[in-house]
């Protein structure tokens, strides 16, 4: 049975918990570390806790580091619902009501006025950064921000895709041509609810190391490592297909951010349109990989772009790799045509991933 905190936030351009559990099971044994420096929800470092390895995450995105330190330092359910509880107890709605009409016209349409009061308190009062518990509570949150309008009372906002948060223009100008309201949702009830759902699922037993870091960063981390990195099984941004920062700027809203989207405020290295920006951008991860990673340690790659064919992405990945200044030898590429996915369904006439390459390298030093 799938983990159910596997798909406690989805979002645009995710792998799948298989694509990690087989390269996980086919290169390490338990007990051995696994890195992903691009944690993105987690998936890489959750499922290696799953099947008794020990993980490192590292990504600089808000969204990214609250969803995998959620998922790999999951607290127990009572104490869970203990800080819901206290939460409750001390929200004032009279404090926050004054500030939903001070929050522009796109929350006024996205959310129903108790909901916004309560998102705009736990916004506020949440501390995901440094507490395990209220991370999960800020994910829990994340995973239920918007999405469609159901009978199931799942999602808190408007008419909207769960995968990412369209633009406030676009949006506030679909729901008034078709007419649609917020749902009146209780967050309070939703996030206990939520709490129920996930944990049906027990949590792993260990706990992973989760950096709210640039992968630049990682060689200067070397000493707060668990132990030697056997394999790195990660997601680059793709590129030129997605701006993760403008499409997930409502869950970023939600953890401190702009009420606005953004692009280049968290990360430069968002979306690359220029090739040579991009092969350095790899060149840079390959040099903290080559700083981090064991003697024989392996790498896996799974890289994306609408714009150049499958040979040129694996030649540009293999010489890059040269950057690690260790001997790098190229194993195998398994290559994905995309059609037709997921963007599609938010974006008429997008092109999507057109070509996706999974690369498996070993350092032979």
Known sequence: MRHRFHSLCPYFAMFPESFAAEWI?????????????????????????????????????DVAF?????????????????????????????????????????????????????????RDVVKWRESNVDAMIAALILGSLHGEIDASQTYLSNQMPRTISTKPAYSVRYWKQHGLTPPDRDVFRVLRDRAAFRYESDPPKGKALVFHKDMRELPRLRNKLPGHIRAAITSPPYFDVTNFEEDQWLRLWLLGGPPYPTRNRVSRDDRHTYEQSYWSFIADMWRSLGTVLSPKAHVIIRIGSTRVDAGHLERALTACSRFSERRVRHLSTSVSALRHRQTDAFRPGSKGIGIEADCHYRFDD
């Open 25 to 61: 099971d086919s290169l390490t044994a338990p007990g051995d570390v696994v890195l992903d420096p691009f944690s993105g929800r987690g998936t890489t470092a959750f499922q290696a806790l799953l099947m008794g390895r020990r993980s490192v995450a590292c990504d600089v995105n």
């Open 66 to 122: 609250c969803l995998t330190k959620a998922k790999t330092n999951a607290p127990k359910l009572f104490a869970l619902r203990r800080r819901i509880t206290q939460l409750e107890r001390q929200f004032d709605s009279g404090a926050y009501r004054p500030r939903v009409e001070e929050n522009g016209e796109f929350f006024r349409h996205a959310f129903a006025p108790r909901t916004l009061e309560q998102l705009l308190y736990l």
